[in-house]
């Protein structure tokens, strides 16, 4: 197995078009949610639904993917090859743009910036749309009084800023972030990238990952990648150890889900 398929379908994309794309319009005054190439399926159920992001246009497709997470998977000239092309299709949807994922984000925040692609657009991360929402709305959060252990994704490393927007979420919604071992310039990756290679490195990574989580009482692992989320996901369950995805993590201080039973 290998990550070649989809970069060859990346490229074959942006070479030759592609009808992978999904657009739901949304109310004209508010910002269009990008879900990068990613299926809506491997996002939590009812994420569209929930009260955040009512009103929003919502896209998802292989000319929208950040092209910065290649790098992870060995295509790291392809943000060089294609950024362009990849901004280009966020301007023609003339709004603002809110990035769900990390690489997205950096696509327009600092490749672009260094590859001298102008960006036309605003454009946020989807951790400040939350902050911003939830200090808004605070009427209607309910303090979940959780102690959480945090899985970043292989981006955090352009973007150490992302860990305050993060701080700022959990301090609304009353989630205190476990101190571990494997957190900040010591966190471990999910192991995603490892299992094409050496899925026994793979695993011994996510279980010192879990089991760090769970020694520091973690009551949950919060994810924000959704590969992390798919990668992680058996494992976790297996160890009897809930993990959430931050977009649900928010939507249970709204009332919206439920805290999983672990």
Known sequence: MSFKPFIDAVIKTFEHGSKDVQLIEGEPDKPALSFDSFLFTQFPDGTLESKMFKGMTVVRGRK???????AHMGGASLA?????KVIDAFAELGKD???????????AHIKARELGIDVPFKYMHLFEYMRDYLMNNRIDIIRLNKKVAYQPN??????PEQNVWLDEIFGLIGVQRVSRKYEGVNALCCGGPALFVNRDL??????????????KRSEA????????????????????LPQIFITDLCRMALGEV????S
């Open 64 to 70: 929208y993917v950040s092209l910065v997470g290649m």
């Open 154 to 159: 292989c981006a955090i490393r352009w973007l």
């Open 202 to 215: 793979a695993m011994n990574i996510q279980g010192d990952n879990i089991k760090d989580a769970m020694d």
């Open 258 to 261: 439920p805290w999983p039973v």
């Open 97 to 107: 743009i809110v990035y769900i994922h990390n690489e997205g984000y950096i696509l």
């Open 221 to 240: 692992m919060i994810t924000i990648c959704p590969m992390c989320d798919t990668v992680m996901r058996g494992e976790t369950s297996k160890a009897g």
């Open 80 to 84: 060089e090859r294609y950024g362009q």
